[in-house]
């Protein structure tokens, strides 16, 4: 079988430069792909770098919300200057009104300026979204999407709403990290996504699964616990265990839905 990782961030400084390590054990237990994504122009070269040393890795270079306060003057050329540096998507982009030290302003100018210059390209767009799903929805239906489609990362909407999201050409990826009890009401929203617009992520070094499943140990320099990309396998099996399939099928169809989204890039 073969894996593939919608969203992790392969490149944060909390994996202490021990990248080439952590692809090794991702090779190794079948990833074949990663979309390692971007937050801010201070982390797209070493994307870059991770990309052009890497088959497996697909870098995707965005301004993610948290970070928006960090962008120079020229950050829209300095993004299509790395996304002319490689094939890649662009991401992690969109709306936070969950963080309470985050202010909103700006934040639809940026996701909006992102989102049309993957329309115009037609690169796939990698999606976060907190506690701000309905004015995510009204964004999309309002302004030009990539025809490939876009990715909806560790999709936490209500479940009415995939429909409507699913309509406009929206993948749901999946993280490990609703494999915990805790988790259920985004679990019952997976089960009713559709077969052909299903992703899987890990969002490492983030989204830690459950003990249990958690098949690589992996810890900061201080001792706390680091999601590791190698656990996309797991993640796999326990969304199959989920679904009440067998993680073969499951498989199959997700990397058909990764091709459509991610293929030829």
């Not at 944060?12 to 390692?36: T, Y």
């Not at 326990?238 to 030829?264: D, I, M």
Request: proline share 6%; glycine share 6%; aromatic share 10%.
């Amino acid at each position: 079988m073969k894996f593939y990782d919608a969203h992790n961030h392969l490149q944060d400084e909390r994996f202490a430069g021990r990248q080439s390590e952590l692809l090794a054990a991702c090779e190794k237990v079948g990833v074949a792909k990663m979309v390692v994504n971007g937050a801010c122009e201070s982390d797209w070269p070493q994307m870059l770098a991770l990309a052009r040393e890497n088959k497996i890795v697909l870098p995707s270079f965005g301004y993610h919300p948290w970070h928006l306060a960090e962008r120079t003057p020229d950050w829209q050329k300095n993004l299509e200057k790395f996304l002319d540096a490689a094939p890649s998507a662009v991401g992690e982009i969109g709306l936070d009104r969950w963080k309470s030290d985050l202010s909103y302003a700006g934040q639809e100018e940026v996701f909006l300026a992102q989102l049309q210059i993957a329309t115009e390209r037609n690169l796939p767009v990698s999606i976060h979204c907190l506690h701000a799903w309905g004015r995510l929805l009204e964004l999309l239906q309002n302004n030009s999407r990539p025809a490939r489609g876009i990715v909806l990362h560790s999709f936490g909407g209500p479940a009415e709403m995939v429909p409507a999201f699913a309509k406009l050409g929206a993948y749901f990826s999946f993280p490990g990290y609703f494999l915990h009890e805790r988790k259920l009401r985004q679990r019952k929203t997976f089960r009713q996504v559709p077969a052909d617009r299903l992703l899987i992520e890990t969002d490492a070094p983030d989204q830690l699964l459950p003990a249990d499943k958690n098949q690589f140990r992996l810890a900061d320099a201080e001792g706390k616990p680091l999601n590791h990309p190698a656990n996309l396998a797991a993640v796999y099996s326990g969304l199959a265990e989920l679904l009440g399939e067998k993680v073969e099928p499951l498989a199959a169809h997700v990397e058909e839905n990764f091709q459509r989204v991610f293929g030829g890039l």
